[in-house]
């Protein structure tokens, strides 16, 4: 068995493969006070509650956006699965080119995404990723990762309306009953979910521009169902992406 971590800044999503079928999967809060025993039995309290005996976790994978936490986790795995987990980094085989100026800057979490949606979509392809940030990625039709955008996530902009504006309060992310909120928490719900689907209907029109007519979009991300419903511009939802890139990179890099 493979397990797959993905470290983002807000949420570390995990998932573990059983052969190529992706089996139960989890989100914790990403926490760089956390020590590496607290995230080990964390994993084997998971792994636990799955039914599934910590011994049985063969190899790992790590794809992370935090530098603290990818060594915490490293140990974590290494102490408490027996497993000297992959780290996807700049030397790390992936199968696709990266034609951005300097390759090294782009982020783990964009170089699995982009692995991943060459299994689901064939052509041009835009990744919209709603995490702490929302990322726009593009795949060329060969198959190139070429760049990107990158716009403050839902949960942030909410965050900076509380802090920065004493009279509202902080809502939850939801639906709201209309685009015209009759009051104040409706009219922030509405603001902030239908705010984002304008702006991911905004950029993936740009990018089919630049991509071509025939570019699918792929979402993904925690927040990629909720938003997805009020949208026909996200085709397909695959909430597991990174995962799955995961999986992928590492049956390239592993050793015989």
């Given at each position: 068995?493979?397990?797959?971590?993905?470290?983002?800044?807000?949420?570390?999503?995990?998932g573990?493969?059983?052969?190529?079928?992706?089996?139960?999967?989890?989100?914790?809060?990403?926490?760089?006070d956390?020590?590496?025993?607290?995230y080990g039995?964390?994993?084997?309290?998971?792994?636990?509650?799955?039914?599934?005996?910590?011994?049985?976790?063969?190899?790992?994978?790590?794809?992370?956006?935090?530098?603290?936490?990818?060594?915490?986790?490293?140990?974590?795995?290494?102490?408490?699965?027996?497993?000297?987990?992959?780290?996807?980094?700049?030397?790390t085989?992936?199968?696709?080119?990266?034609?951005?100026?300097?390759?090294?800057?782009?982020?783990?979490?964009?170089?699995?995404?982009?692995v991943?949606?060459?299994?689901?979509?064939?052509?041009?392809?835009?990744?919209?990723?709603?995490?702490?940030?929302?990322i726009?990625?593009?795949?060329t039709?060969?198959?190139?990762?070429?760049?990107?955008?990158?716009?403050?996530?839902?949960?942030i902009?909410?965050d900076?309306?509380?802090?920065?504006?004493?009279?509202?309060?902080?809502?939850?992310?939801?639906?709201?009953?209309?685009?015209?909120?009759?009051?104040?928490?409706?009219?922030?719900?509405?603001?902030?979910?239908?705010?984002?689907?304008?702006?991911?209907?905004?950029?993936?029109?740009?990018?089919?521009?630049?991509?071509?007519?025939?570019?699918?979009?792929?979402?993904?991300?925690?927040?990629?169902?909720?938003?997805a419903?009020?949208?026909?511009?996200i085709?397909?939802?695959e909430?597991?992406?990174?995962?799955q890139g995961?999986?992928?990179?590492?049956?390239?890099?592993?050793?015989?």
């Amino acid at each position: 068995m493979l397990l797959a971590i993905d470290v983002g800044n807000t949420s570390i999503t995990i998932g573990l493969f059983q052969e190529e079928t992706l089996g139960p999967c989890w989100r914790l809060a990403s926490d760089s006070d956390r020590t590496s025993d607290e995230y080990g039995i964390l994993l084997v309290q998971l792994l636990d509650r799955a039914g599934i005996a910590s011994g049985e976790v063969k190899h790992a994978a790590i794809a992370s956006v935090v530098p603290p936490l990818t060594g915490t986790l490293q140990q974590a795995c290494r102490e408490y699965l027996n497993s000297d987990p992959l780290v996807v980094d700049a030397g790390t085989r992936t199968g696709i080119p990266l034609r951005y100026e300097d390759p090294k800057q782009v982020g783990a979490d964009r170089v699995v995404n982009a692995v991943a949606v060459r299994r689901i979509v064939t052509g041009p392809v835009c990744v919209v990723d709603f995490g702490t940030a929302t990322i726009f990625d593009a795949i060329t039709g060969e198959g190139e990762y070429i760049g990107g955008a990158i716009a403050p996530g839902i949960g942030i902009s909410s965050d900076a309306l509380f802090r920065r504006a004493a009279k509202l309060p902080r809502v939850e992310i939801l639906r709201p009953p209309a685009a015209i909120g009759k009051n104040t928490v409706h009219a922030l719900q509405s603001g902030l979910l239908f705010g984002y689907v304008g702006l991911v209907e905004g950029m993936v029109a740009r990018f089919r521009a630049e991509l071509g007519p025939d570019m699918k979009t792929v979402g993904t991300g925690s927040l990629v169902e909720l938003v997805a419903r009020e949208t026909d511009s996200i085709d397909i939802v695959e909430p597991w992406l990174a995962l799955q890139g995961l999986k992928l990179i590492y049956g390239l890099n592993r050793k015989p």
